[in-house]
Each structure stands twice: as C-alpha cells, then as structure tokens.
C-alpha cells in the first residue's frame, strides 16, 4: 500500500448538524495515522454577496472553522489542525484536495434515513466514485466498538482494501474480520483465496487478530449485517466488477445502508503478493 507521506487527513466541514461528528472521526483517523488534519469549507461567495452583508456570511464560515479546530482539539490534543476557506461547491473542493490527501471525510448527509431511495448524485456517493484517495464516510450516530471489517472478494481493489484495513486495524489496536461472500449460484471454490490474501499481508502485521469468513449470500447484504457491530467497514471502490464505472454495487450498498462509517478505498497501490 502506498500514499503520499506527508499528505493530511481533509474533512469537509458544513453547517450541517453532522458536521462535529464528522471532524471528530476524521481527528481520530488523523491521529491514528500520524497526520495532520486539515479543515475544508467551500464558501458561497454568490450567496454572500446576495446577503445584507458580505462580512457576516464570512465572519460565519470563520467562525464553523473556529468550532470544528476547538472540536478536533478535544479529540486529539497534540494533533496538529489547519483550517481552509474555499470558494465553489463543496464536492468540486473535496475531490480537487483528494488528490493530494492522505484521506479525506464526509458525512453521510443522511443516506441511512432514506431508505432504498438513495440519490446517486449524493455528495458522499459522488466523493466516493470520484475521490483520487480513500474516502470515509462518516455517520450521524458513533460507531460502536466492535471489529473493523473489511470485505474482500479476489479482486486487485478488495486486496488493495484488505491491506489498508489491515493498517487501520493495527493503529486502531482492533480486530479485523474479513469476509468473503459467495454469491447464489456461483461455484464456491473454498476458503483459500480469502486466508491466502489474509496470511499474505497479515505477516506485516503480526500484532493483528484476524478472523476470516467465507459466506454465501448478496454480498452488499452481508456486508450491511456485519457492519451492524463494526467500527468500522472498508471496502474497495469497484471490486471484481469494472463494468460499473467508478464504484461497484458493493460499495455503494455499504454507503447507502451500512450503520457503521465506512471507507471507500480508491487511490492506493496494494503491496504486491509476495512482497516486501
């Protein structure tokens, strides 16, 4: 797994009533991982300038920047906070900055109140489909204290999530369940590919307790039931299924429906089998 070293955790901050939670999961990420945090709004110099004063809105944006630095500083003391005021949407911001962050986080806006009526141009779905590094999607309820699971199928993106929840669960001091889901009607040719992939990259982490899964089922179903009593889930953007575009029905369904934050994970090279 690569990224760049010296590349921050970004989390978007809105006015949103999520907005806290989110810094304060992006804080402890940031923390876990040795990075800097860096604190992302997009200002609407338009709706300023349609305001009865160009000063407040801004004064306001300074002032959510104040609140989220003073929230992560809550969190994690020592960790080292900036906080950025851009103008544009939102979505444009994030996925410009996601090309040069280590991860960047979102709220979910939502997503788990809306039933299977999710909208596909959700700013969290876009971010996800179109970020250049892993996404975390944050949500509205903490998560409890369970495993970090990840799901893991074969594919070049699920080993590439594998071993970032491998590193995830490490500084976390976790335990990792990875799940492989066989779906009805395909052959089922045993339990090697996940605890091969497993061993592999569990070597560089000898301190990690991993548990492996083989089940069959809809994989997106699975993976939201296990999310249930997870700390977190990871999962690669696309999977075995590049057909889809930029996210695969897996991970959109973890998005949309998984109570845990979830991790969409994109933009990173995964160690070679057999590598150092």
């Known amino acids: 797994m690569t990224a760049s070293a010296g590349a921050p955790v970004v989390v978007g901050v809105s006015v949103l009533p999520q907005a806290m939670e989110v810094v304060r999961e992006a804080a402890r990420a940031a923390a876990a991982h040795r990075r800097d945090l860096t604190l992302l709004h997009a200002f609407n110099w338009q709706a300023a300038f349609e305001a009865a004063s160009v000063a407040e809105p ?26 950025e005021i851009v103008e544009g949407p939102p979505l444009d911001a994030l996925i410009r900055r996601s090309e040069s962050a280590f991860l960047v986080a979102v709220g979910d806006g939502g997503m788990t109140t809306c039933g299977e009526r999710v909208p596909a ?3 969290a779905v876009q971010l996800a489909a179109r970020a250049g ?23 070049a993106s699920s080993r590439t999530a594998l071993d970032f929840a491998f590193d995830c669960t490490a500084r976390r001091e ?67 299924e590049p057909w889809r575009g930029m996210l695969g029905a897996v991970s959109q369904t973890l998005l949309y429906h998984a109570p845990s934050p979830v991790i969409v994970v994109r933009g990173l090279t995964a160690t070679p089998p057999h590598g150092p």
């Open 121 to 123: 141009d959700a700013p």
């Open 133 to 155: 590094c892993p996404v975390l999607v944050v949500r509205r309820e903490p998560p409890v204290a369970g495993p970090v699971l990840v799901g893991v199928d074969g594919s």
């Open 58 to 83: 801004r004064a306001e944006a300074e002032e959510l920047i104040s609140r989220a630095a003073a929230t992560a500083a809550e969190i994690e003391p020592e960790l080292s906070v900036s906080g």
């Open 174 to 240: 976790a335990r990792l369940l990875a799940v492989r889901v066989i779906e009805p009607g395909r052959a089922d040719d045993g339990d090697d590919v996940l605890i091969e992939a497993v061993a592999e990259i569990g070597r560089r982490y000898p301190g990690v307790a991993a548990e492996c899964h083989t089940v069959r089922g809809d994989p997106g179903a699975v993976l939201v039931e296990q999310s249930r009593s997870a700390q977190l889930a990871l999962v690669g953007a696309r999977g075995d």
